[in-house]
């Protein structure tokens, strides 16, 4: 039996990363999000600290940081924002090769666009919905929370459409969409798992 392998993009704030770990919780198979930042750690070679600050970031052509070391993924010369998508997409393959999975973002639907068993979702909401959410989960005003999903969701555009030249949130780009405002998470989960299984 191949592996079922779900991806899930998400708008700031509509509680996709919850609904994602929900989800494999209850379906018994691993979920990747930003431990997948680690794994690129030691496959590129390059630290931690500096991946983070390029992890699902727009990539700059004209600013742009380049490794001081030639690292053992790219060697020298390839962006890091480059260099972090090919390791993240090579350990995305990798994953999807061992097993059932669920994989948070980073252009995972596009990486393996060609595997029988995807799923690619992408979770939304209303804006009122998530600027609660925001503001819950990071202790923030209404004001901050809006610029925190602004920037965020313009962020992973930027990403997704650059490494995938398809439009981030568009219908067309995943398999299903689904706003987790009608459900709720738990019932969001609830309607997926039927779809999973």
Not at 3 to 20: A, P
Request: charged fraction near 30%.
């Amino acid at each position: 039996m191949e592996n079922k392998i779900i991806t899930i993009g998400r708008q700031s704030g509509s509680g996709g990363r919850e609904i994602g770990q929900l989800l494999s919780e209850a379906l018994s198979i691993p979920f990747y999000d930003r431990d997948l930042i680690e794994l690129a750690v030691e496959k590129s070679g390059i630290d931690l600290a500096t991946l983070e600050k390029h992890d699902e970031k727009p990539v700059n052509r004209w600013f742009y940081s380049i490794p001081s070391q030639p690292n053992r993924l790219t060697g020298y010369g390839m962006p890091i924002a480059d260099t972090l998508f090919v390791a993240q997409s090579e350990i995305i393959r990798e994953m999807a090769q061992k097993g059932s999975c669920i994989i948070i973002g980073r252009c995972a639907d596009h990486v393996l666009r060609e595997h029988p068993g995807l799923i690619s979702l992408f979770i939304h909401a209303p804006l009122e919905e998530r600027i609660k959410r925001i503001m819950r989960r990071h202790s923030l005003d209404d004001r901050q929370a809006k610029e925190f999903i602004r920037r965020t969701d313009k962020e992973r555009a930027s990403y997704y459409n650059y490494y995938t030249e398809k439009k981030w949130s568009g219908m067309e780009s995943y398999h299903f969409c689904i706003d987790s405002s009608i459900f709720g998470v738990s019932g969001t989960v609830e309607k997926l798992l039927r779809l999973a299984t």
